[in-house]
Protein backbone atom coordinates (compact mmCIF):
# COMPACT_ATOMS: atom_id res chain seq x y z
CA UNK A 1 0.00 0.00 0.00
CA UNK A 2 1.77 3.50 -1.17
CA UNK A 3 2.54 5.80 1.67
CA UNK A 4 0.00 8.46 2.06
CA UNK A 5 1.20 11.89 1.57
CA UNK A 6 1.11 14.30 4.61
CA UNK A 7 -1.36 17.11 4.34
CA UNK A 8 0.09 20.68 3.72
CA UNK A 9 0.49 22.71 6.64
CA UNK A 10 -2.13 25.30 7.23
CA UNK A 11 -0.92 28.94 6.82
CA UNK A 12 -2.75 31.69 8.38
CA UNK A 13 -3.68 34.28 5.54
CA UNK A 14 -1.71 36.93 7.33
CA UNK A 15 1.34 35.29 6.02
CA UNK A 16 0.77 36.98 2.74
CA UNK A 17 0.82 40.62 4.09
CA UNK A 18 3.72 40.47 6.46
CA UNK A 19 5.64 41.94 3.92
CA UNK A 20 3.14 45.05 4.17
CA UNK A 21 0.32 46.46 5.63
CA UNK A 22 -3.12 45.16 4.48
CA UNK A 23 -4.71 47.37 1.80
CA UNK A 24 -8.73 47.09 1.05
CA UNK A 25 -7.96 45.27 -1.94
CA UNK A 26 -6.06 42.61 -0.23
CA UNK A 27 -8.86 42.22 2.25
CA UNK A 28 -11.09 41.91 -0.76
CA UNK A 29 -9.06 39.57 -3.14
CA UNK A 30 -8.76 37.23 0.00
CA UNK A 31 -12.25 36.97 1.28
CA UNK A 32 -13.44 36.96 -2.22
CA UNK A 33 -15.65 39.92 -2.56
CA UNK A 34 -15.43 43.14 -4.20
CA UNK A 35 -13.96 46.07 -2.63
CA UNK A 36 -17.07 47.23 -2.72
CA UNK A 37 -19.02 45.01 -0.23
CA UNK A 38 -15.04 45.34 2.00
CA UNK A 39 -15.76 49.13 1.82
CA UNK A 40 -19.38 48.55 3.04
CA UNK A 41 -18.84 46.98 6.03
CA UNK A 42 -15.95 49.31 6.93
CA UNK A 43 -18.70 51.85 6.73
CA UNK A 44 -21.25 50.00 8.78
CA UNK A 45 -23.47 49.51 6.00
CA UNK A 46 -26.51 47.48 6.10
CA UNK A 47 -26.69 46.05 2.76
CA UNK A 48 -24.30 43.32 3.13
CA UNK A 49 -25.31 40.07 4.63
CA UNK A 50 -24.32 38.65 7.84
CA UNK A 51 -22.29 35.47 7.26
CA UNK A 52 -20.15 37.91 4.51
CA UNK A 53 -19.69 40.80 7.27
CA UNK A 54 -18.70 38.16 9.70
CA UNK A 55 -16.21 36.75 7.43
CA UNK A 56 -14.65 39.61 6.19
CA UNK A 57 -14.59 41.57 9.97
CA UNK A 58 -12.47 37.80 11.06
CA UNK A 59 -10.21 38.63 8.21
CA UNK A 60 -9.38 42.09 9.04
CA UNK A 61 -8.86 41.10 12.33
CA UNK A 62 -6.28 38.28 11.42
CA UNK A 63 -4.18 40.28 9.04
CA UNK A 64 -4.62 43.67 11.46
CA UNK A 65 -6.30 45.50 8.97
CA UNK A 66 -6.87 49.02 10.10
CA UNK A 67 -9.09 51.64 7.60
CA UNK A 68 -7.18 54.74 6.82
CA UNK A 69 -9.47 57.64 8.16
CA UNK A 70 -7.63 59.39 5.20
CA UNK A 71 -8.61 57.16 2.34
CA UNK A 72 -11.91 56.63 3.88
CA UNK A 73 -12.07 60.06 3.28
CA UNK A 74 -11.40 60.60 0.02
CA UNK A 75 -13.84 57.72 -0.92
CA UNK A 76 -16.82 58.91 0.79
CA UNK A 77 -16.36 63.09 -0.40
CA UNK A 78 -16.05 63.71 3.76
CA UNK A 79 -13.12 63.48 5.92
CA UNK A 80 -12.91 61.08 9.14
CA UNK A 81 -10.59 63.11 11.14
CA UNK A 82 -11.78 66.27 13.93
CA UNK A 83 -9.28 68.47 15.11
CA UNK A 84 -8.51 69.70 18.19
CA UNK A 85 -6.72 72.91 18.22
CA UNK A 86 -4.88 74.67 21.85
CA UNK A 87 -2.49 77.11 22.88
CA UNK A 88 -2.93 76.64 26.50
CA UNK A 89 -0.02 76.16 28.74
CA UNK A 90 -1.10 73.77 31.35
CA UNK A 91 -0.64 70.27 29.75
CA UNK A 92 -2.51 68.08 32.01
CA UNK A 93 -5.42 70.20 31.06
CA UNK A 94 -4.90 69.25 27.38
CA UNK A 95 -4.21 66.04 28.04
CA UNK A 96 -7.62 66.09 29.43
CA UNK A 97 -9.25 67.20 27.29
CA UNK A 98 -7.93 65.09 24.74
CA UNK A 99 -8.73 61.89 26.78
CA UNK A 100 -12.43 63.86 26.69
CA UNK A 101 -12.48 63.71 23.08
CA UNK A 102 -10.95 60.19 22.49
CA UNK A 103 -14.22 58.73 24.57
CA UNK A 104 -16.47 60.75 22.03
CA UNK A 105 -14.95 59.52 19.12
CA UNK A 106 -14.04 55.24 19.98
CA UNK A 107 -15.78 52.98 17.79
CA UNK A 108 -16.82 55.64 15.60
CA UNK A 109 -14.86 55.12 13.16
CA UNK A 110 -13.43 59.15 13.33
CA UNK A 111 -9.59 59.87 14.62
CA UNK A 112 -8.27 62.87 16.59
CA UNK A 113 -5.98 64.97 14.94
CA UNK A 114 -4.21 67.87 17.47
CA UNK A 115 -2.80 71.04 16.68
CA UNK A 116 -0.78 73.35 19.22
CA UNK A 117 -0.31 76.88 18.09
CA UNK A 118 0.56 80.06 19.62
CA UNK A 119 -2.29 82.27 19.60
CA UNK A 120 0.33 85.46 19.82
CA UNK A 121 2.04 84.98 16.32
CA UNK A 122 0.71 87.03 14.16
CA UNK A 123 0.35 84.59 11.68
CA UNK A 124 -1.30 81.93 13.42
CA UNK A 125 -4.79 81.92 11.94
CA UNK A 126 -3.17 81.15 8.45
CA UNK A 127 -1.48 77.90 10.22
CA UNK A 128 -4.96 76.85 11.38
CA UNK A 129 -6.52 77.31 7.91
CA UNK A 130 -3.54 75.00 6.63
CA UNK A 131 -4.30 72.73 8.85
CA UNK A 132 -7.57 72.29 8.16
CA UNK A 133 -7.37 72.47 4.51
CA UNK A 134 -4.53 69.81 4.46
CA UNK A 135 -6.11 67.13 6.39
CA UNK A 136 -9.69 68.34 5.11
CA UNK A 137 -11.06 67.88 8.38
CA UNK A 138 -14.68 66.84 9.67
CA UNK A 139 -14.48 69.22 12.40
CA UNK A 140 -12.65 71.22 14.84
CA UNK A 141 -12.92 71.67 18.69
CA UNK A 142 -11.33 75.04 19.65
CA UNK A 143 -9.68 75.11 23.18
CA UNK A 144 -9.61 77.98 25.64
CA UNK A 145 -7.63 80.41 24.39
CA UNK A 146 -7.87 79.76 21.01
CA UNK A 147 -11.74 79.52 21.38
CA UNK A 148 -11.83 82.67 22.33
CA UNK A 149 -10.78 84.58 19.44
CA UNK A 150 -13.58 85.11 17.03
CA UNK A 151 -11.59 86.29 14.14
CA UNK A 152 -10.32 82.08 14.08
CA UNK A 153 -14.08 81.28 14.07
CA UNK A 154 -15.03 83.40 11.35
CA UNK A 155 -11.89 81.71 9.71
CA UNK A 156 -13.59 78.27 10.04
CA UNK A 157 -16.89 79.57 8.90
CA UNK A 158 -14.97 80.91 5.70
CA UNK A 159 -13.51 77.64 4.68
CA UNK A 160 -17.03 75.74 5.86
CA UNK A 161 -15.24 73.79 8.51
CA UNK A 162 -17.52 72.76 11.59
CA UNK A 163 -16.27 73.67 15.20
CA UNK A 164 -17.19 73.39 18.57
CA UNK A 165 -16.18 76.47 21.14
CA UNK A 166 -15.39 75.71 24.93
CA UNK A 167 -15.09 79.06 26.75
CA UNK A 168 -16.17 80.25 30.28
CA UNK A 169 -19.27 81.94 28.58
CA UNK A 170 -21.51 81.75 25.92
CA UNK A 171 -19.21 83.24 22.66
CA UNK A 172 -21.25 81.48 19.50
CA UNK A 173 -24.54 80.06 18.84
CA UNK A 174 -25.80 77.10 21.12
CA UNK A 175 -24.89 74.36 18.74
CA UNK A 176 -21.13 75.48 18.99
CA UNK A 177 -20.85 76.19 22.63
CA UNK A 178 -19.78 74.22 25.55
CA UNK A 179 -19.70 76.71 28.39
CA UNK A 180 -17.69 76.07 31.54
CA UNK A 181 -19.33 78.49 33.83
CA UNK A 182 -16.44 79.81 35.17
CA UNK A 183 -17.57 82.11 37.32
CA UNK A 184 -19.82 79.46 39.27
CA UNK A 185 -17.18 77.69 40.20
CA UNK A 186 -14.96 81.27 41.86
CA UNK A 187 -17.82 82.06 43.14
CA UNK A 188 -18.21 78.79 45.34
CA UNK A 189 -14.42 78.82 46.29
CA UNK A 190 -15.37 82.53 47.85
CA UNK A 191 -18.13 81.36 49.75
CA UNK A 192 -16.14 78.36 51.38
CA UNK A 193 -13.04 80.79 52.29
CA UNK A 194 -16.05 83.05 53.52
CA UNK A 195 -17.44 80.96 55.45
CA UNK A 196 -14.42 79.67 57.59
CA UNK A 197 -14.12 83.17 58.90
CA UNK A 198 -11.39 84.33 56.57
CA UNK A 199 -11.56 88.10 55.52
CA UNK A 200 -7.78 88.98 54.68
CA UNK A 201 -7.51 86.85 51.42
CA UNK A 202 -5.46 87.17 48.60
CA UNK A 203 -6.19 86.20 44.96
CA UNK A 204 -3.46 84.91 42.08
CA UNK A 205 -5.63 85.26 38.69
CA UNK A 206 -4.53 84.11 34.92
CA UNK A 207 -3.24 86.07 32.48
CA UNK A 208 -5.79 88.79 31.54
CA UNK A 209 -6.07 88.08 27.94
CA UNK A 210 -7.75 84.57 28.93
CA UNK A 211 -11.29 85.05 28.74
CA UNK A 212 -11.44 82.16 31.74
CA UNK A 213 -8.67 84.58 34.12
CA UNK A 214 -11.07 87.13 33.86
CA UNK A 215 -14.43 85.08 34.75
CA UNK A 216 -12.78 83.81 37.50
CA UNK A 217 -11.54 86.81 39.45
CA UNK A 218 -15.03 88.53 38.62
CA UNK A 219 -16.60 85.59 40.04
CA UNK A 220 -14.20 85.47 43.18
CA UNK A 221 -14.25 89.30 43.84
CA UNK A 222 -18.33 89.92 43.61
CA UNK A 223 -18.69 87.00 45.42
CA UNK A 224 -16.51 88.02 48.49
CA UNK A 225 -18.36 91.84 47.76
CA UNK A 226 -21.73 90.37 48.38
CA UNK A 227 -20.74 89.03 51.88
CA UNK A 228 -18.91 92.29 52.71
CA UNK A 229 -15.04 91.47 51.99
CA UNK A 230 -13.50 94.05 49.46
CA UNK A 231 -9.92 92.37 47.54
CA UNK A 232 -8.07 95.50 47.39
CA UNK A 233 -5.84 95.27 44.65
CA UNK A 234 -2.49 95.07 46.47
CA UNK A 235 -3.92 91.12 47.07
CA UNK A 236 -4.70 90.00 43.15
CA UNK A 237 -2.00 89.65 41.45
CA UNK A 238 -1.88 88.38 38.02
CA UNK A 239 0.11 85.37 36.66
CA UNK A 240 0.39 82.95 33.89
CA UNK A 241 -1.74 80.04 34.66
CA UNK A 242 1.94 78.06 35.49
CA UNK A 243 4.19 76.81 38.17
CA UNK A 244 6.92 79.33 38.06
CA UNK A 245 4.24 82.19 37.72
CA UNK A 246 2.33 81.26 40.79
CA UNK A 247 5.80 81.19 42.38
CA UNK A 248 6.47 84.19 41.82
CA UNK A 249 3.09 85.62 42.44
CA UNK A 250 3.41 84.05 46.14
CA UNK A 251 6.81 85.23 46.66
CA UNK A 252 5.08 88.93 46.96
CA UNK A 253 1.94 88.07 48.54
CA UNK A 254 3.76 86.26 51.28
CA UNK A 255 6.78 88.40 51.88
CA UNK A 256 5.52 90.67 54.13
CA UNK A 257 4.72 90.61 57.44
CA UNK A 258 0.84 90.90 56.77
CA UNK A 259 0.02 88.00 55.16
CA UNK A 260 -3.11 87.23 53.78
CA UNK A 261 -4.64 84.16 55.42
CA UNK A 262 -5.77 82.10 52.62
CA UNK A 263 -5.11 82.48 48.84
CA UNK A 264 -7.00 81.43 45.90
CA UNK A 265 -5.60 80.26 42.78
CA UNK A 266 -6.59 80.51 39.35
CA UNK A 267 -5.41 77.01 38.80
CA UNK A 268 -3.89 74.20 40.42
CA UNK A 269 -0.31 74.83 38.78
CA UNK A 270 -0.50 78.46 39.93
CA UNK A 271 -1.45 76.79 43.98
CA UNK A 272 1.14 74.24 43.47
CA UNK A 273 3.16 77.67 43.60
CA UNK A 274 2.06 79.01 46.43
CA UNK A 275 2.85 75.43 48.19
CA UNK A 276 7.17 75.70 47.60
CA UNK A 277 6.57 79.16 49.10
CA UNK A 278 5.07 78.82 51.63
CA UNK A 279 7.34 75.97 52.70
CA UNK A 280 10.20 77.68 52.30
CA UNK A 281 9.38 80.17 54.16
CA UNK A 282 8.35 77.28 57.18
CA UNK A 283 4.24 78.66 56.41
CA UNK A 284 2.12 75.87 57.46
CA UNK A 285 -0.33 74.89 54.65
CA UNK A 286 -3.39 74.79 56.33
CA UNK A 287 -2.56 76.01 59.63
CA UNK A 288 -1.07 79.12 58.92
CA UNK A 289 -3.00 79.69 54.85
CA UNK A 290 -5.41 78.10 53.55
CA UNK A 291 -4.99 77.51 49.68
CA UNK A 292 -7.17 76.61 46.70
CA UNK A 293 -6.80 76.10 43.39
CA UNK A 294 -9.01 75.54 40.06
CA UNK A 295 -9.69 73.03 37.45
CA UNK A 296 -9.09 69.94 40.25
CA UNK A 297 -6.31 68.59 37.92
CA UNK A 298 -4.56 65.06 39.40
CA UNK A 299 -2.33 67.44 41.07
CA UNK A 300 -4.12 68.40 43.44
CA UNK A 301 -5.04 65.15 44.99
CA UNK A 302 -1.23 64.49 45.00
CA UNK A 303 0.17 67.67 46.94
CA UNK A 304 0.53 67.55 50.63
CA UNK A 305 -1.95 68.51 52.57
CA UNK A 306 -4.14 67.29 49.43
CA UNK A 307 -5.50 70.95 47.57
CA UNK A 308 -9.08 72.00 47.91
CA UNK A 309 -10.19 72.84 44.34
CA UNK A 310 -12.88 73.95 41.94
CA UNK A 311 -13.37 71.05 39.82
CA UNK A 312 -14.53 71.89 36.20
CA UNK A 313 -14.82 68.77 34.19
CA UNK A 314 -11.92 68.89 31.66
CA UNK A 315 -12.81 65.70 30.29
CA UNK A 316 -16.49 65.94 30.39
CA UNK A 317 -16.02 69.15 28.61
CA UNK A 318 -13.56 67.99 25.29
CA UNK A 319 -15.79 64.18 25.51
CA UNK A 320 -19.08 66.76 24.55
CA UNK A 321 -17.24 69.24 22.50
CA UNK A 322 -15.93 66.28 20.10
CA UNK A 323 -19.89 64.58 20.37
CA UNK A 324 -21.35 67.61 19.06
CA UNK A 325 -18.95 67.66 16.28
CA UNK A 326 -20.13 64.42 15.38
CA UNK A 327 -23.74 65.01 15.10
CA UNK A 328 -25.94 65.46 11.79
CA UNK A 329 -25.38 68.89 10.51
CA UNK A 330 -29.35 69.25 10.54
CA UNK A 331 -29.28 67.75 13.83
CA UNK A 332 -26.86 70.28 14.87
CA UNK A 333 -27.85 73.31 14.00
CA UNK A 334 -31.43 72.84 15.39
CA UNK A 335 -30.09 72.83 18.92
CA UNK A 336 -31.09 75.32 21.19
CA UNK A 337 -29.80 75.25 24.48
CA UNK A 338 -26.33 75.75 25.46
CA UNK A 339 -24.47 72.25 26.42
CA UNK A 340 -23.06 73.15 29.53
CA UNK A 341 -20.59 71.43 32.39
CA UNK A 342 -21.12 73.03 35.56
CA UNK A 343 -17.95 73.13 37.91
CA UNK A 344 -18.20 72.72 41.91
CA UNK A 345 -15.81 72.94 44.88
CA UNK A 346 -13.93 69.75 45.93
CA UNK A 347 -12.80 70.16 49.79
CA UNK A 348 -9.83 68.48 50.95
CA UNK A 349 -7.33 69.29 53.29
CA UNK A 350 -5.80 72.55 52.32
CA UNK A 351 -8.19 74.82 54.30
CA UNK A 352 -9.29 75.70 57.36
CA UNK A 353 -10.48 78.90 59.43
CA UNK A 354 -8.16 81.30 60.35
CA UNK A 355 -5.75 80.80 63.59
Not at 316 to 324: K, L, P
Amino acid sequence: MPARTPPAPKTSVAVTTTTKAATINDIARLAGVSKKTVSRIINHSPLVRPDTRDKVEALMREVGYVPDPMARGLAFRKSFLIGMVYDNPTAQFIVNMQYGALDAIRNSGFELVVHPCDSRSPNYIDGVRRFVQQQKLHGVMLVPRVSEDQALADMLAEVGCRYTRIAAVALDEPARMVVTHDRDGAAEAADYLQTLGHRDIALIAGPGGYRSALERTAGFVEALAQRGIELPKSRIIEAGYTFESGVAAAEKLLAGKRRPTAIFCGNDEMAAGVYRVALRAGINIPRQLSVIGYDDSPLASRLWPPLTSVRRGTRDTGRIAAAMLLQDSAEAASALSLHSVHPHLVVRDSCQPPG
